[in-house]
């Protein structure tokens, strides 16, 4: 491991993060891998094919969970505020879509007027080393000092309460993943995001985070997360086959768009406490517009599921279509697609760093703790 000493050029107001280089080679693919499904022993090789019926019902979900994932693109979606994680949100209703469509209405229509005016732009990074490496890599571990780790302890001390509360009323095996994290609101942990703002502005991670998005960008959300060696969810992927879990389970690419991430350590995690892992480089892996939205309407329209119901479904889609997010769990052990994943596949133990920035479009997987548990938080950047 060597720290990366290229940071001679960072300006006085950004503080030098420690920066580690990977020790592993990028990914040497130059997209994503490609999935027999014909041939897979979980999908065509136990299914009979589909029927008229299955096809056109398949076709059917896929093509309305399509617009759904257009209109999410074309309102820029990951961008706008989540009234629904806000507190005091009164579910779905006339009332709130129409809340929904007049503020989405209002800030496109500000930031139309910022871009045309010259007022709405990328931040400069003021440490080139980080944008640099983000670039390339797709992730970069830094380290925070330990006061700072404490103060990000303390301010999210009150929403790993809340959440410990919760997760003792559900039990075990009917926790869902929504239900081992917290979302912390402006309105109820205003310190959560001060403090997290000015750790990252000291360290020009939302300039870099800015520049590399290349629009203006704040911290959207800071979650708390919680997961132990009982949620094994990557575990089991064909439950109804006697198939190994294969080693890709659960690496994936994110349903989002147009956001970095950033994970924070807030206690030391090896490699059975379920760091977080990254192939890198592998964000800039070739992925076009239209196979990006197919592989996100799949996730979205449950076709990705690994259930044999869902696999069904997604058998029923015409192969040009098979194409998914989260598709981890489908990769073959032997194949070469795999080999390269593995050559670049990083894991981001406290060796490394204890605050994690990664470009959710690579390849990536966390939480999969084998021994105790994980206490993270995930903060997204993106247009405020
Ligand atoms: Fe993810």
Redesign the pocket.
Known sequence: MTTIDSLSDVAPSAREARMQALPIPPYSGTSLPKIDYDAHPAYGGLFPKATLRERIHALNVFLRTFAFVTIRRIVDYDNMPLLTKEAGFSGLNFRTALRYISMYTSIRASRTIGTLTGARRPATPANPALLNQIKSDGIVPLTLSPDEIEQVRTVTHRGFARLDERRAGIPLEKRKFDDNVYWCTRSSDPEAFATVEEIFNRYGIIEAASAYLGRPVGVKHVNAQINDDGYTFWKGVFPDTQLNDPWGSYL???ATYGML?CAIYVHDIGPDGGPFCYVRGSQNAEIGWFEGMVRRTNDFGGFSGRKPEARKLFMALPAFLRKKADFGGDLRDDSTDVQRLREGHFSATSNYGNCVLFD?NGV???GMVNKGERRCIFILLAEI
């Open positions: 994936h690419i994110d991430k959710g990536h997987r966390g």
